[in-house]
């Protein structure tokens, strides 16, 4: 589960970014799902799985547990917040 920091309209800036990203040709993106996103600086986006998976497995911690996923499925999660106003994606 991705939670989100407090900030108005987060899910939407955060959308926005990642579909940038998209465009320029990165479709995964990892982050820490034991803390919450407040900014794009909480993502980090790859090209491709093999890549995600790495950082992930680097990067993972007892108290910091990093996750990969898609990102257009985090793009379609932050579409459904946006229209909920809810403050968590539910994977």
């Not at 040709?25 to 803390?35: I, T």
């Not at 992930?56 to 108290?63: C, L, S």
């Not at 910091?64 to 968590?88: A, F, R, T, V």
């Amino acid at each position: 589960m991705v939670e989100l920091g407090t900030k108005a309209g987060l899910a939407t800036q955060l959308r926005e970014y990642l579909e940038e990203q998209n465009a320029l040709g990165f479709k995964w993106v990892v982050y820490d799902s034991d803390n919450p996103v407040f900014s794009k600086f909480d993502l980090s986006c790859f090209v491709d799985s093999t890549a995600a998976f790495a950082f992930e497995r680097e990067y993972q911690q007892i108290f910091n547990w990093h996750q990969s996923i898609p990102i257009s499925d985090m793009i379609y999660q932050l579409k459904k917040l946006e229209k909920l106003g809810l403050p968590q994606i539910r994977n």
